[in-house]
């Protein structure tokens, strides 16, 4: 649905993206994630039509943003960070100003119910958006993107702002979104993006540095060799009998509490490491209450991936 192929953007000597390549799938939801100055917005505005490549391409459904950007644009719905609202108008008028905008062919009033359902904004329909809530503000813009029915939704930071009950809601909708809409999400949450999204594709200073599922990077990170092993005794007896194990490389001390000492443990090799293992701790009478692979947080798999040098 989304291609994007050896897409750079230039200012001058200033590179903000450095041919970068990638494609979403119909019905995939794709987080993205990078620190500030990354390119993400950069890239989320290319992939709109807002700004302009210095070279690459960006296809929407098989349409190019440059080159057939109408039929291309009838196929996205985007909310940028802050959205686009005009406080003035009551929600119906903003709905009807985008429909009219965006050259919908929808009936209308069938057509606004099931958006304003789906986005829980039916009970304000009538009211000014000035006087409603950060999250109603929200859902209204969300509700925009939906005008005409695109296949393509882009969302930037779409839960910046809002409290904790809000963020539940949001997420819920995009997760609904998701079931008929290929969507790209970028967020700084990474909790977020992990609960959301199929799919993370990562850029740090400008270039793509990764792109597969949360589960994927994790493995990759550990390449499988890494455990969580919790045992009874005193930490030193447990590291002794742990370090004598000749497949284990490194054992550092996680946690101790109420006699339970956790370790991760790095190993040479997994053929026989679990065996090796239980065997070595029942030697020496060290009960092991749990031993699994080490699974990294994507707060980890960010900072592995951004620290790079």
């Given at each position: 649905?989304i291609?994007?192929?050896?897409?750079?953007?230039?200012?001058?000597?200033?590179?903000?993206l450095?041919?970068?390549?990638?494609?979403?799938?119909?019905?995939?939801?794709?987080?993205f994630?990078?620190?500030?100055g990354?390119?993400?917005?950069?890239?989320?505005?290319?992939?709109?039509?807002?700004?302009?490549s210095t070279?690459?391409?960006?296809?929407?459904?098989?349409?190019?943003?440059?080159?057939?950007?109408?039929?291309a644009?009838?196929?996205?719905?985007?909310?940028?960070?802050?959205?686009?609202?005009y406080?003035?108008?009551?929600?119906?008028?903003?709905l009807?100003?985008?429909?009219?905008?965006k050259g919908?062919t929808?009936?209308?009033?069938?057509?606004?119910?099931?958006?304003?359902?789906?986005?829980?904004?039916?009970?304000?329909?009538?009211?000014?958006?000035?006087?409603?809530?950060?999250?109603?503000?929200?859902?209204?813009?969300?509700?925009?993107?939906?005008?005409g029915?695109?296949?393509?939704?882009?969302?930037?930071?779409?839960?910046?702002?809002?409290?904790?009950?809000?963020?539940?809601?949001v997420?819920?909708l995009?997760k609904k979104?998701?079931?008929?809409?290929t969507?790209?999400?970028s967020?700084?949450?990474?909790?977020?993006?992990?609960?959301?999204c199929d799919?993370?594709?990562?850029?740090?200073?400008?270039?793509?540095?990764a792109?597969?599922?949360?589960?994927?990077?994790?493995?990759?990170?550990?390449d499988?060799h890494?455990?969580?092993?919790?045992?009874?005794?005193?930490?030193?007896d447990?590291?002794?009998?742990?370090?004598?194990?000749?497949?284990?490389k490194?054992?550092e001390?996680?946690s101790?509490?109420?006699?339970?000492?956790?370790?991760?443990?790095?190993?040479?090799?997994?053929?026989?490491?679990?065996?090796?293992?239980?065997?070595?701790?029942?030697?020496?009478?060290?009960?092991?209450?749990?031993?699994?692979?080490?699974?990294?947080?994507?707060?980890?798999?960010?900072?592995?991936?951004?620290d790079?040098?």
């Open positions: 649905m291609k994007v192929k050896n897409l750079s953007k230039k200012y001058g000597s200033n590179i903000a450095d041919d970068v390549s990638f494609s979403v799938k119909s019905g995939e939801i794709a987080g994630l990078g620190p500030n990354a390119g993400k917005t950069t890239t989320m505005n290319i992939i709109t039509g807002y700004l302009s070279s690459g391409t960006v296809t929407i459904d098989g349409f190019d943003i440059l080159e057939q950007p109408t039929e644009k009838k196929r996205i719905g985007y909310l940028p960070e802050v959205p686009p609202l406080p003035d108008m009551t929600v119906n008028e903003y009807s100003f985008i429909y009219e905008l919908a929808q009936n209308k009033e069938g057509h606004f119910k099931e958006i304003c359902d789906l986005t829980g904004i039916s009970s304000v329909r009538g009211r000014l958006i000035k006087n409603l809530s950060k999250g109603y503000r929200q859902r209204v813009g969300i509700a925009q993107t939906l005008v029915n695109p296949p393509v939704l882009i969302l930037d930071e779409p839960t910046v702002g809002l409290d904790p009950k809000q963020i539940i809601e997420r819920s995009i979104l998701g079931k008929k809409h969507v790209i999400l967020s700084h949450i990474l909790s977020e993006v992990q609960a959301i799919r993370i594709i990562v850029l740090n200073n400008g270039k793509l540095v792109d597969s599922t949360s589960q994927s990077l994790s493995d990759k990170l550990t499988g890494s455990l969580i092993v919790k045992a009874v005794g005193k930490a030193s447990i590291q002794a009998a742990l370090n004598s194990v000749k497949t284990v490194r054992c001390k996680l101790e509490k109420d006699g339970e000492v956790e370790f991760s443990v790095t190993l040479s090799g997994v053929e026989s490491a679990r065996q090796d293992i239980f065997f070595a701790m029942a030697a020496k009478k060290l009960p092991i209450i749990e031993m699994k692979q080490r699974e990294y947080s994507l707060e980890d798999i960010f900072m592995s991936l951004v790079k040098k």
